[in-house]
């Protein structure tokens, strides 16, 4: 029998959504998943917009922000997932101009200096219809018509029919915010800052709100009955080219070497050099 987590965040459930297998390997058997380029890129703005809008409202500028990215770049080039990442010095120029077209996008959604920003990376723990829950949220506003939930995402934005998927992650933080403290956010919003920036938002109600703590709740009924018999199905697919996991998983190297085969596997997926294959 597997040990249950102590909390389940929407990147477990959406992990353990995917592939119950993948999510044994990291978070049962706590095997090294690092962060490939795009997600330190996403970390790296994450932390200059956080500590931007941390500012009073009028010192939320372009010029602040490229100071604060001058030092996230201090930090985040020390670290050792970055050093990982083995980029040279025009790689890590094009990973600094990535991050900073990120950063910039803000501005084309919205203004800053106008947002009443209660918090940001704010840490929240709570039970969700008896799930342990536990996110990080990053940005709660004080918007003329209530409480909004905001979370950056450094990508482009989903196809019009992936949209609710996207949002149950903000709809679950708007759950927790209101289990947590009694206060029900009026709107829940994602703002992608990579390609076409779109703001992609929601209204908050009963209903929707209903709709993504069930889906979290069947989520970890399978988990429970997962680790009740200590059985985790892989479920291979096309998420295997990125999955940290595939130089272990047979059913996962067998599913990129057949897309290789068949001219499906993208030139970009991580898996080819884990698996020597080489490029079309
Ligand atoms: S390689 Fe594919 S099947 Fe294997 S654990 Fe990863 S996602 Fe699951």
């Known amino acids: 029998m597997a040990q249950l987590p102590r909390f389940f965040s929407p990147t477990a459930a959406g992990t353990y959504r995917q592939c119950p297998l993948r999510w044994k390997y990291r978070y049962i058997d706590k ?3 690092p962060p490939g380029e795009p997600a330190l890129v996403g970390t790296f703005a994450h932390r200059v917009l956080e500590h931007l809008c941390d500012e009073p409202a009028d010192d939320r500028t372009h010029d602040r922000a490229k100071e604060l990215a001058g030092e996230a770049w201090r930090w985040i080039s020390t670290r050792d997932d970055f050093a990982a990442l083995g980029l040279d010095a025009a790689a890590e120029r094009r990973f600094r101009w990535k991050a900073w077209t990120a950063i910039d996008a803000l501005w084309q959604l919205e203004d800053p200096a106008r947002v009443a920003v209660r918090s940001t990376e704010q840490h929240i723990s709570t039970t969700l219809d008896k799930v342990p829950f536990r996110g990080v949220i990053d940005r709660l506003d004080d ?3 209530g409480l909004v ?13 992936r949209r609710n ?11 927790a915010v209101e289990a947590d403290t009694g206060e029900r956010p009026v709107r829940a919003r994602l703002l992608f800052l990579g390609g076409n920036r779109e703001i992609v938002e929601t209204r908050v109600d009963d209903a929707l709100l209903a709709t993504t703590t069930g889906n979290l709740t069947t989520t970890w009924a399978a988990l429970e009955g997962d680790c009740a018999t200590d059985t985790f199905a892989p479920s291979p697919g096309p998420l295997c080219g990125w999955c940290a996991y595939v130089g272990t998983c047979e059913e996962g190297r067998s599913e990129v070497m057949q897309r290789a085969a068949a001219g499906r596997l993208r030139d970009d997926a991580p898996a080819r050099q884990v698996l020597d294959i080489s490029g079309a």
């Not at 939930?149 to 029919?161: I, L």
């Not at 998927?165 to 759950?175: G, I, K, M, R």
């Open 31 to 33: 095997l090294p998943d």
């Open 143 to 145: 918007a003329d018509d």
């Open 149 to 161: 939930v905001t979370d950056y995402k450094s990508g482009k934005p989903p196809r019009r029919d």
């Open 165 to 175: 998927e996207a949002l149950a992650q903000v709809l679950l933080y708007a759950a």
